[in-house]
C-alpha cells in the first residue's frame, strides 16, 4: 500500500520508522510547519522531520491540513492510507476522503477511556494504574473511532509521563505495523467503542499543575509524575518574612498518619522535608524555587529559611 504519515510530535517517531522499514511504500509526511522568529527557527528541528529527511520523504508541512489546495495534494499522491500520530490537527472528512481507505490513528490509552490531547498525563494523574495504546480507524468525531487493535500495559508506580509515553510509542509503533499489514490483507474486523466508557482527556493547562493541598498526598505525588515536562507541579511557600515563593516540587514520597492541617510543613530539617495534605504528607525529594535551579532537599534548607509551621497553598 502507498501510506501518508502525519505525525509531529516524539510519540509518532517510532510509528514512523516501523513503517518505513515495513513493506509498504511511504509517499509523504505531512507535519507541523517550522516557526520563526526574525528569520531564526523559535524551537530545534523536530525530529520526525529529521528522519523524514535523512531517508529521503518528501515533506509537507501545511498550516491548515483541511485547506481544500493542500487535500488536492494529497489527492494528487493517491495514497491508499493516512497514518496519524501526534499531529496536533483535526482532520475533516473532506480530508480522510482523500486517501482510499481513510486514515487510522494511534492514541495512547485504552480507547475509549482519556479521549483527548492528553491521555497518558490524565491517566497518570487519576492514579490509573494500567493503559495502553489503540489503533482506531478515523472518523469526524475526535477518538471515537472503532478499535483494530489494543495493548495493554501497567504503569510503574514511580513512572513519569515522559517515561510511559517513550514506553508507550515503541509498543504503538509496533501495532500500527502490525495493523497496516492486516488492512491491505483485509484481516481486519474494527469493533465500536462503547461512548457510554468515554472519558476526557483535555489539553493540559498551566493551572494544572497547582497543587490542592486538601487532596490526598497519593493524589499529589501521582500529580507530580503526571505534570512533567509541562506544566510541572507546583504550590507557593507563604513565607513569614517575605512574599511568597513559587516552588516546583519533584520526585516525592508519601508519609501516612499524618494528622496536620493541609499545606502546613510537618517537617523541615536535614534532608526532610514533609508537608501535610488532605490525607498523609508529602515528602518531597527535591524542589525548584522560581527562577533557580533544581536543588535536593537539604540544599533547599540550607539556604531558605523554612519551618515547621510555614504553609503551601494556592497563589493570591
Known amino acids: 500500500m502507498r501510506l501518508a504519515m502525519m505525525g509531529a510530535g516524539p510519540f509518532a517517531v517510532p510509528t514512523f520508522l516501523a513503517l518505513l522499514d515495513g513493506r509498504h511504500e511511504m509517499t509523504m509526511l505531512v507535519t507541523s510547519p517550522p ?4 528569520g531564526r527557527p523559535v524551537a530545534p528541528t523536530s525530529s520526525i522531520r ?3 529527511e535523512r531517508r529521503g520523504v518528501p515533506i509537507f508541512d501545511p498550516e491548515n491540513v483541511n485547506s481544500p489546495e493542500f487535500q488536492s495534494r494529497l489527492a494528487e499522491l493517491e495514497a491508499d492510507l493516512l497514518v496519524v500520530c501526534d499531529y496536533g490537527q483535526i482532520l475533516a472528512p473532506a480530508a480522510l476522503a482523500a486517501s482510499r481507505l481513510g486514515g487510522v490513528n494511534l ?3 485504552l480507547l475509549p477511556k482519556y479521549r483527548g490531547a492528553a491521555p497518558i498525563n490524565w491517566a497518570i494523574y487519576n492514579g490509573e494504574t494500567e493503559t495502553g495504546v489503540t489503533v ?6 475526535l477518538d471515537a473511532g472503532p478499535c483494530i487493535a489494543q495493548s495493554r500495559v501497567e504503569i510503574g508506580e514511580d513512572e513519569t509521563a515522559p517515561e510511559l509515553e517513550s514506553r508507550l510509542a515503541e509498543i504503538g509503533a509496533r501495532l500500527v505495523r502490525e495493523s497496516v499489514d492486516r488492512l491491505a490483507s483485509g484481516e481486519i474486523h474494527p469493533l465500536p467503542q462503547d461512548p457510554a466508557l468515554a472519558t476526557r482527556a483535555p489539553r493540559l493547562k498551566k493551572s494544572d499543575g497547582e497543587i490542592d493541598w486538601t487532596r490526598p498526598a497519593r493524589a499529589i505525588r501521582n500529580q507530580v509524575r503526571a505534570m ?3 506544566p510541572r507541579t507546583f504550590s507557593c511557600w507563604h513565607r513569614r518574612d517575605g512574599r511568597p515563593l513559587r516552588i ?3 520526585p516525592s514520597s508519601v508519609v501516612e498518619d499524618v494528622s496536620a492541617p493541609p499545606g502546613s510543613v510537618i517537617e523541615a530539617a536535614g534532608d526532610r522535608l514533609a508537608i501535610a495534605a488532605g490525607r498523609g504528607a508529602v515528602a518531597p525529594l527535591s524542589l525548584q524555587p522560581a527562577g533557580k535551579r533544581l536543588m535536593s532537599v537539604a540544599e533547599f534548607l540550607r539556604g531558605h529559611k523554612l519551618r515547621v509551621g510555614d504553609r503551601f497553598g494556592l497563589e493570591v
Open 228 to 230: 512533567e515536562p509541562w
Open 107 to 109: 492514541h495512547a490509552s
Open 136 to 141: 482506531i480507524r478515523m472518523t469526524a468525531r
Open 248 to 250: 516546583i516540587f519533584g
Open 35 to 38: 516557526r520563526f522568529h526574525r
Open 50 to 52: 529529521e528522519t523524514a
